[in-house]
């Protein structure tokens, strides 16, 4: 439900009543990943969605029910072959669905109202909730921040609430959304209970290096994918606001020296423009060494291969080496600034989700990548 916070997190402090339902699992070729939510208000307001379209009325029908019964319940959709009208998904897949009421007065609400108003702020927060288990723990959350703090939890089950908090911790760490399996009361024996743990984290980053014409329309690609925008050029002329309105920020310095100082993640995605020795080098000298998730950059084939002699002269191994994209981007044709900005990002999907980049007409391979590894160690629906 993490995925709504902002307009859920204003329903809730305006004191609604809402059900939430919230993609559990997907299996075979569903639209949405695990984490995806729609939720109902009282008066039959709609925000989100599971599907796509194909099961929402059917899950609408669920939340109202959730309201007036006050029951958490687990349903599962999946294609119906008798009637492609019925609420079933006709694109093949299966997603099991969890269908939570937050009224004032059900024990859920403190935890997600936590949970959606560190979202809603920006700031990581984990959300883990049981979607098997005894009925008497079903319709329970433990919000988790990343410092361990804990509001809500599972009743009078301290050794569970113990565990939740320290899988739901390694979700967050990971940015990953997910279920996990426990054992009952909080041990690694016993009874098995699910947990589906959600996080929110801040927007991971895109450093666009080279205040040039494509880094303008890169950053209006990475803001459309979610990313913070940070466009760096060392040229003063060059990197100003007004060139770049899309950007969350624009820096005046020699790229190399902002890159040393500025904080990268595993998320973190370089897109280095600036094609000139004196910039690059340097500067894909320090990249290709960061655990940062994607590291590309620009440039003819000829400027390759003289940036990878450089980058050899200056040390640079063939294992730093073999993680650079260059030149950067899919094999679109693209030409205009905005074509290219779209062959770098679609490289950076690709790069993401564990995509060819080939086209899927006529392809066999999945069209939703599943089986990531989650943080606790089995393989799951993850995103």
Do not use: N
């Amino acid at each position: 439900m993490l995925d709504i916070a902002e307009e859920l997190h204003r329903w809730v402090e305006q004191g609604r009543d809402v059900a939430v339902a919230t993609v559990v699992a997907v299996g075979g070729s569903a639209p949405r990943p695990s984490g995806a939510a729609l939720a109902v208000d009282a008066g039959g307001t709609v925000i989100g969605s599971v599907s796509g379209g194909c099961v929402e009325g059917a899950v609408y029908e669920l939340c109202r029910q959730a309201l007036q019964d006050g029951r958490t319940v687990l349903e599962r959709f999946g294609h119906s072959d008798e009637d492609a009208f019925a609420a079933g998904l006709t694109c093949g897949g299966v997603i099991d669905v969890l269908v939570t009421p937050v009224r004032a007065d059900d024990p859920v609400r403190p935890a997600v109202a936590a949970a959606l108003a560190a979202a809603a702020r920006g700031e990581a927060v984990a959300l883990a909730r049981i979607v098997s288990g005894p009925a008497e723990l079903m319709g329970r959350a433990l919000a988790v921040g990343p410092d361990g703090s804990r509001t809500g939890g599972f009743g009078t089950h301290p050794r569970l609430d113990r565990t939740a908090a320290a899988e739901a911790g390694a979700f967050l760490d990971a940015g990953r959304t997910g279920t996990v399996e426990v054992g009952e009361q909080g041990s690694r024996c016993g009874a098995p209970l699910t947990l589906l743990v959600e996080t929110s984290v801040p927007a991971p980053r895109m450093i666009v290096f080279g205040a040039i014409d494509f880094a303008s329309a890169l950053a209006r690609v990475g803001k459309f994918l979610g990313y913070h925008v940070t466009v760096c050029d060392a040229r003063p002329v060059f990197a100003t606001r007004a060139r770049f309105p899309d950007a969350d920020e624009v820096v005046v310095e020699w790229p190399h020296v902002y890159l040393e100082r500025t904080d990268v993640d595993a998320r973190t995605v370089l897109c280095v423009l600036t094609h000139e020795s004196r910039f690059d080098v340097p500067l894909l000298e320090l990249a290709l060494r960061l655990p940062v998730a994607y590291v590309g950059a620009m440039g003819s084939r000829r400027t390759h291969l003289d940036r990878d002699e450089r980058l050899r002269e200056a040390g640079v191994t063939d294992r730093e080496l073999a993680r650079l994209r260059s030149p950067v981007g899919l094999d679109l044709g693209a030409r205009t600034p905005e074509e290219t900005a779209l062959s770098i990002a679609a490289e950076i999907v690709a790069a993401r989700r564990g995509g060819s980049g080939a086209s899927l007409t006529g392809a066999h391979t999945p069209i939703h990548h599943d089986g990531t590894p989650t943080p606790g160690g089995r393989i799951g629906s993850a995103t």
